[in-house]
């Protein structure tokens, strides 16, 4: 009786247990619902903070930053220059003579027997003044006032074309970006629910979890007035390539857009880029940067290829410039503080330059294919595939691999004399003012020389790699090769034994 009781106690205490917890399963909250409250809680934690972000990095009523222009470049290599041929072919010209000369001096420059640059002229919107060499071209992006082309003969084996597109004032003013309020983005939340099914019952909205766990990403005021500025230079630069790329299709062209390179002209109006720590200077990348060199003649310009924390674009180059500094003297009908004047400046005097960041980034190309050659040669596939194989090995050989061995064997000796590498280019000197007393002193460096002993280590090892890793991939072919071929010298011979003794049999039933 005890016994039953007792049992009985029990059951009616879990069953005045069971209704409150059923009561508390339905005011747990949904999945959807804990996302939206994480949501509304970080808005509201991170308001003040966006607020003080906001009135540290706007931009003061008295500045302006533009994007004032923008420098592409392409290459040509023994694979790629039948392109170059066709676009100089099909480029307008003032008169067919000028047009057969730089055909001549391109077929001169392909030998060796002749280097330096052409000048290709200005492109300009139908309706606009044009002087000399230029011509009016219907299809040039909005926004865009002039292309000033050069033509660059770095090598027998490398021809690079410079295009610096002048971006008018309206459509490369970063200054009303950079004054506006931003707020906190949050986004990808996602709920981690722990216990049996956990990853499932988190992807159900509906879903009630007692245990769990909230995270999410966040992007704050300053990175969101960041990427709003990011996202009008990129507009401007893939219109440009689009236009680039159609008229002169080389190396480059084939490349994904992060490995290509590009120079942006960023120019201020009041406050010098990298001179002060102004927190308005950083949503834009010339609050700081390291390391960054300064112009010496031409003077008031600075250079950078600091894409922190934007490291997807390997190959740009930041040159930026208050005005006022980079301005030289004044011309008629001219204002040399315009994005006209200053760009057309830099296209001029500094293509060069252009041209050997350009060199970098075409060896980055070549080593990046090296290595996935290289990362894919010892794969096993299942079935093999020997023919596919070869082909894509051929394929290699006969457009990378010959561009990158004639490309590297020109580099050495080009980059071998210091005073003929440097010839036409404008020289930067490290700034080292704000470093830590704690860095080791010494005199800064120059940006031209080191440039010089950059490609000549990235040509010397890629040449290393290049003949190590074909030479190993063709012996492994041969080696195959010789071994399918053994294989079927033994198919041939089984099977011509096997045809022997069927004729044998054959014979003897016949005569029985």
């Known amino acids: 009786m005890t016994d039953g009781q007792t049992s009985g ?7 005045s247990q069971r209704t409150p917890n059923r009561d508390r399963w339905h005011q747990r909250p949904t999945v959807r619902a804990l996302k939206k409250r994480a949501e509304k809680t970080d808005r509201e934690f991170t308001r003040e903070r966006d607020e003080r972000d906001n009135d540290a990095t706007r931009l003061p ?3 302006a930053i533009h994007l004032g222009g923008l420098t592409l470049t392409e290459a040509f290599t023994p694979s790629t220059v039948s392109s170059l041929y066709k676009a100089l072919e099909r480029w307008p010209s003032d008169s067919i003579d000028r047009k057969q000369d730089r055909l001549e001096q391109l077929a001169r420059s392909r030998s060796g027997s002749r280097s330096g640059w052409q000048n290709l002229g200005v492109v300009r919107h139908p309706g606009t003044l044009v002087v000399g060499g230029g011509h009016h071209d219907p299809d040039l992006p909005p926004g865009v006032d002039a292309v000033w082309l050069h033509l660059s003969y770095v090598t ?7 295009a610096t597109f002048t971006i008018t004032e309206e459509s490369g003013d970063l200054s009303d970006l950079l004054r506006e309020n931003y707020r906190t983005r949050h986004f990808d939340t996602r709920v981690r629910v722990c216990g049996r099914f956990g990853d499932l019952r988190a992807r159900i909205a509906w879903s009630r979890p007692a245990r769990y766990g909230v995270g999410h990403s966040v992007n704050l005021a300053e990175d969101e007035k960041r990427e709003a500025c990011e996202a009008l230079v990129r507009k401007h630069e893939e219109a440009c390539r689009r236009w680039f790329v159609a008229r002169f299709p080389g190396r480059f062209a084939a490349a994904d857009p992060q490995d290509r390179p590009v120079i942006r002209m960023l120019f201020t109006k009041e406050q010098p880029p990298y001179g002060e720590r102004h927190a308005w200077l950083r949503p834009i990348g010339l609050g700081s940067a390291r ?23 390997r190959h740009v180059m930041t040159l930026a410039a208050r005005r006022a500094d980079a301005a030289g003297e004044s011309s008629q009908g001219v204002s040399d503080e ?8 830099f296209g001029s005097d500094q293509a060069p330059l252009a041209a050997r960041h350009a060199i970098l ?14 990362d ?23 457009r990378d691999g010959l561009d990158a061995a004639t490309v590297t064997s020109d580099l050495e000796s080009f980059t071998r004399d210091v005073t003929y590498f440097r010839w036409g280019v404008p020289e930067y000197i490290e700034d080292r003012e704000g470093l830590p007393k704690t860095s080791p002193s010494r005199e800064p460096l120059e940006y031209v020389p080191s440039l010089c002993a950059e490609l000549r280590e990235q040509a010397a090892r890629l040449a290393r790699d290049t003949t190590t890793t074909t030479g190993n991939i063709r012996a492994s072919a041969q080696l195959r090769q010789a071994i399918a071929n053994t294989r079927l010298q033994r198919f041939v011979l089984a099977l011509s034994v096997a045809a022997t003794v069927i004729a044998v049999i054959s014979l003897l039933t016949t005569s029985q």
């Open 9 to 15: 106690t029990e059951t009616a205490e879990q069953e």
């Open 61 to 63: 009523a008295s500045e």
């Open 156 to 162: 027998p084996a490398l021809a690079i074309v410079a």
């Open 291 to 313: 390391p960054r060199w300064r112009s010496t003649e031409p003077k008031g310009w600075w250079l950078t290829e600091d894409r922190w924390p934007y490291r997807e674009e």
């Open 338 to 345: 315009s994005n006209w004047y200053l760009t057309q400046e």
């Open 361 to 374: 980034a075409l060896l980055a190309l070549y080593a990046d294919r090296l290595g996935d050659l290289r």
């Open 376 to 398: 894919t040669a010892g794969r096993k596939r299942f079935p093999r595939r020997p023919v596919r194989e070869g082909r894509d090995f051929d394929d290699y050989l006969i």
